[in-house]
């Protein structure tokens, strides 16, 4: 649709009556059990319309937080940029009713002060985002990765310093180990700035926060949101048929690599697929419920490529059942099949 001042978009008034809402650990910010993500679909080649329409999908059917970062593109900023003109044109008036969140941590400028974790870095990247979104605060600032150069004390210092200015509501971070994350968490605590949220990467394929004991480290502590919940895609009706559409990430073949779906894995998903069926879910469905049946989990940190999936994952919140023992237990075979 293109928007005309006339036209302008009008929240549903429905949009928080099928909605979960879950509190990042001990604060008092709670979160849309769902979260949509703008690391891919939102850059500068994206189809403009197609991106409106999701954010504005997402918040009719009570998302309230959208996961940006400086470097969300291609290029660099993009996604940022574009999302602010989402806001400006659609969703300013219920500004008070999101939470947006950017990070900094990866590559974003040439030299030694536009990556890692240095205050210097940091300050700097949080103010390009805040302009590039159109927005005077974030409201969660995280560090994107652990820096092995930077002392935590520098970078848990710089994160304190951005909410004491008022530009970071709250503070996260993002790719920390359970002892990396033990270590920040005290140093946030100690200055008086706690963190909120650790972004992590899990989802029926990947395990690692279960075999590090980070999701018992963040229990009761601190949120965890979890990224690539369908790991990439995977975990989707796509690749079901062993093909790989023209579009689809795997297409792409850079974060989801196309060796990665062996006809043995195909098999896999399609074994996964039957358990979902059987419960009455697609398996994009059931591995954002599967997710959620963990108290210790937040919000599930979604992306999409077109409203059509966005919608059928948001189902997955009212089209649930508690898992059985059975069902967990071959979901858990088959994550370890998966290698
Ligand atoms: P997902 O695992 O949810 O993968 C999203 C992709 O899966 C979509 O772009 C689409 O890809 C496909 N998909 C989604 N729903 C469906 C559906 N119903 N049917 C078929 N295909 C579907 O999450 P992402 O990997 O995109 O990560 C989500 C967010 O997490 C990011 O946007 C970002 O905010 C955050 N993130 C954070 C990181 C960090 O380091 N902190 C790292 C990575 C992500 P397609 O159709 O193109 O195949």
Same mark, same amino acid.
Do not use: P, V
């Given at each position: 649709m293109v *928007?005309?001042?006339a036209m302008r978009y009008r929240a549903e008034t429905t949009r928080y009556e099928a909605m979960e809402y879950r509190r990042c650990g001990e604060s008092g910010l709670a979160l849309s059990a769902l979260s949509l993500g703008l690391w891919h679909n939102f850059g500068q080649e994206a189809d403009s319309q197609a991106a409106r329409a999701m954010v504005e999908c997402a918040f009719d059917r009570g998302i309230t937080h959208f996961d940006l970062a400086n470097n969300y593109g291609p290029p660099p900023g993009s996604a940022e940029e574009r999302f602010g003109r989402i806001l400006k044109e659609s969703l300013s008036p219920y500004r008070d009713e999101l939470v947006i969140s950017t990070k900094a941590g990866y590559t974003m400028w040439p030299g030694p002060y536009g990556d890692w974790g240095s205050r210097k870095y940091l300050v700097a990247s949080?103010? +390009?985002s805040l302009k590039r979104m159109g927005l005077e605060y974030v409201d969660i600032? *995280? =560090?994107h990765r652990p820096d092995p150069n930077t002392p935590l004390e520098g970078t848990m210092g710089a994160l304190s310093h951005l909410v004491n200015l008022g530009k970071a509501l709250y503070v996260g971070i993002s790719n920390y180990k359970a002892d990396e994350a033990n270590r920040a968490m005290a140093l946030l605590k100690e200055a008086g700035t706690p963190c909120i949220l650790n972004q992590v990467r899990y989802s029926i394929l990947d395990r690692w926060v279960e075999k590090d004991g980070l999701l018992d480290a963040m229990a009761n502590r601190c949120g965890t949101i979890c990224f690539s919940p369908l790991a990439q895609g995977l975990l989707s009706s796509t690749y079901l048929d062993g093909s790989i559409p023209t579009e689809s990430r795997a297409r792409e073949d850079h974060f989801l690599k196309q060796k990665m779906i062996t006809p043995y894995r195909v098999q896999l998903l399609n074994e996964l697929n039957t358990i979902a069926r059987s419960r009455g879910q697609s398996l994009s469905q059931m591995a954002i419920s599967w997710l959620l049946k963990d108290e210790r989990i937040t919000s599930v940190l979604i992306g999409a490529?077109?409203?059509? +999936?966005?919608?059928?994952?948001?189902d997955?919140?009212? =089209?649930?059942?508690p898992f059985t023992a059975e069902e967990r237990e071959a979901i858990d075979r088959a994550s370890e099949?998966?290698?």
């Open positions: *928007y005309t001042r949080l103010d +390009q600032f *995280y =560090h490529r077109t409203t059509a +999936q966005l919608g059928e994952n948001i997955a919140i009212s =089209h649930t059942a099949r998966w290698g």
